[in-house]
């Protein structure tokens, strides 16, 4: 298409077809005035007519190759215009694909640093429990040691018997260390069992002696020969015990009873 703005104004300047025409009737004026040419020499006058006409067709030969000229300059501008819009949305799609990668990767890391997380968490919780069962390990082997240091004193408070004033001295000495030893251990979480009078249990109790009895029931605990100890809920030593058991003679009798019902 060509730009209207850039063709020539018809009304305000005379065209270059008119200015031949005025040409060409300034010459026939003058040829019949007689200062350019014979009125009788009609071949001259054909061939500046000729003349004329070939100029007017180059004019318009002219401004058809300017037409064209810019058709094709229009045509190349649109051509370039395509270019540039298909060049962009090329880019686009690359930008939003190259943005799609980007957001997968971060979503990988999210999930890699949570699992990382995760596992610091677990591992955390594991070392904490290890320490604790490696503390309370060395607590009971160090407490195991101790605790026959406990039980002389407590034998030596069962069997020693003060006779004079000296005695009772040392007697009070020896028994004001042993409480202070038993302090300790309670500060710590060691405590004594009492298992006297209670049902034989295998998990805290060491049977070491069976005495038949009426007085309690089979399985029941007597008599605590060696005393045992917890450490927390944990049992640190097993206690030692007498447990009862049923009387010979009250067997024979419960057997005697059973063959004389059975006749």
């Known amino acids: 298409m060509i730009d ?45 007519t000729a003349d004329a006409k070939s100029v007017s067709a180059n004019l318009e030969g002219a401004n058809g ?7 094709v300059a229009d045509a190349s501008a649109g051509d370039g215009q395509l270019e540039t819009l298909s060049s962009l949305r090329q880019e686009n799609e690359a930008l939003k694909a190259h943005l799609e990668d980007l957001n997968q990767q971060g979503e990988a890391l999210k999930i890699q640093s949570m699992r990382i997380a995760a596992d610091f968490d677990n591992f955390r919780k594991r070392t904490s429990k290890e320490k604790e069962d490696l503390e309370l390990q060395i607590k009971r082997v160090t407490l195991s040691e101790l605790l026959p240091v406990v039980d002389n004193f407590e034998r030596a408070r069962s069997q020693i018997k003060p006779q004079n004033d000296g005695e009772m001295a040392i007697h009070k000495s020896y028994q004001g260390v042993y409480k202070q030893l038993v302090d300790c251990l ?50 640190l030593r097993h206690a030692m015990v007498k447990v009862a058991s049923v009387p010979e003679s009250s067997g024979e009798e419960s057997g005697e009873s059973q063959s004389t019902s059975s006749e």
């Open 186 to 235: 309670k500060r710590i979480g060691v405590s004594a069992m009492r298992p006297e009078g209670k049902e034989f249990d295998p998990n805290l109790h060491e049977a070491v002696m069976r005495e038949p009895t009426n007085e309690y029931a089979e399985g029941v605990v007597i008599e605590q020969l060696v005393r045992g100890y917890f450490l927390g809920d944990r049992v």
């Open 65 to 71: 190759e300017e037409q064209a000229t810019q058709a």
């Open 4 to 48: 209207e703005e850039k063709q020539p104004d018809s009304t305000s300047q005379p065209t270059d077809e008119a200015v031949a025409s005025q040409g060409l009737s300034d010459s026939v004026a003058a040829a019949a005035e007689g200062d350019l040419i014979d009125l009788e020499s009609p071949l001259e006058l054909e061939e500046q």
